[in-house]
């Protein structure tokens, strides 16, 4: 692999080029993206410069890939939020050539170069060593879709979630967020009751750990009641909307429902009732500024007592020209199943 090479010829590197995927804005507004030579030198100005092996693709890149500012502010970019590699050079001497690492959240594929080229250049606090039960592959295909049910159930439990306390519904459960929380919080003793909108996605919820396989209208309480009869022990919410207001109405006593995402809904038309008749908790989870301490030992219970014996199971592997050519329409439409991971030349 040459990592010693790598690090002595730092100075020549400032010439070196590399192969990522560029997002344009034309005059006109309009976005035009190709797969191209960039060189080091442009990459931002951070201490700790990583040659990246692979890359995962989440909906926020293929937001950023065709364009949208909420994302991505300033183009040209390179997307690409997730990335696991080896350090070329780093500030923080803790971090050594050829070290292998992850970088997920804060702003990295948003308005930071990501993981959609072979080299990323990124503060040495982003980085988190891999854990040694873990490969670089399957360190992506868990990436924040996985670190985010990971910090779910870590806030989840630290409240006092427990197995004995009954189920936990996933919701969103065939997304890359769901079907690791399925996993996930399977393989950390829970039942898990998994609902999706797909009848085909049945079979892999279940190999996944899923107890029971539900619809979405299970988890939606179109009469608007105050108060359910208890369903499940604790949540955790992908959609918002009408569905998170159920699983807080339906959970049962002490039960926590974590809400991470909003793709039914950003509101929220609640009472007051489940928290104080049922001390239901609600908690918010935001995985892009979780504190590196919390970040790192997260990671380490995702290469342990949580991981799943067969991640690669869950994803497809796929390389730049793919990736640009097919799987950035098809999440964008809502056709991928489990994660696709993006494989660099290396
Ligand atoms: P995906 O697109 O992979 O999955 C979303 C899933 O939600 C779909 O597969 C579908 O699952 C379900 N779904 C889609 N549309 C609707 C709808 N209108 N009503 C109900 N269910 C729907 O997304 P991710 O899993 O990557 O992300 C899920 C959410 O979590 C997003 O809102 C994302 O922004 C957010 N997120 C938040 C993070 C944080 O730190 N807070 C980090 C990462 C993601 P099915 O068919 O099985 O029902």
């Not at 992506?140 to 996985?146: H, R, V």
């Amino acid at each position: 692999m040459g990592l010693a090479a790598w690090d002595l010829n730092l100075i020549n590197m400032k010439d070196t080029h590399y192969t990522a995927l560029h997002v344009k804005e034309t005059t006109e507004g309009q976005f035009s993206r190709q797969i191209t030579q960039l060189a080091i030198a442009d990459l931002p100005d951070h201490d700790t410069l990583i040659r990246v092996h692979y890359a995962a693709l989440n909906y926020k890149d293929a937001l950023s890939a065709t364009g949208n500012k909420g994302v991505t502010r300033n183009y040209p970019h390179t997307p690409g939020i997730d990335a696991a590699g080896e350090i070329v050079k780093s500030g923080d001497p803790s971090l050594t050539p050829g070290a292998p690492v992850i970088v997920t959240s804060y702003d990295l594929g948003m308005n930071t170069a990501g993981g959609f080229g072979q080299y990323i250049q990124v503060p040495a606090d982003w980085v988190v060593p891999l854990p040694q039960d873990m490969t670089l592959e399957e360190s992506m295909i868990i990436g924040t879709a996985g670190f985010t049910a990971g910090l779910a159930l870590y806030k989840m439990e630290k409240i006092g979630q427990r197995p004995e306390m009954g189920p936990i519904v996933i919701t969103g459960a065939s997304g890359g967020v769901g079907s690791l929380a399925t996993g996930i919080f399977s393989q950390a003793g829970y039942e898990v009751h998994a609902s999706t909108g797909k009848t085909e996605a049945h079979d892999f919820l279940k190999a996944l750990g899923a107890t029971e396989v539900v619809g979405r209208d299970y988890v939606q309480d179109p009469k608007n009641r105050p108060l359910l009869r208890p369903k499940w022990a604790g949540a955790l919410d992908t959609v918002g909307g009408e569905t998170l207001a159920t699983l807080l109405k339906a959970c049962s006593q002490e039960g926590s429902v974590a809400t991470c995402g909003l793709v039914g809904s950003p509101k929220l038309q609640a009472t007051v009732f489940p928290f104080i008749l049922n001390g239901v908790n609600l908690l918010g989870v935001e995985s892009a500024t979780t504190a590196r301490e919390t970040r790192m030992a997260i990671w380490e219970k995702l290469a342990g007592e949580w991981k799943l014996p067969d991640l690669t199971s869950i994803s497809t592997q796929t390389n730049l020209t793919e990736l640009n050519d097919v799987y950035l329409d098809k999440i964008l439409q809502g056709q991928t199943k489990g994660r696709i991971i993006l494989k660099h030349d290396v």
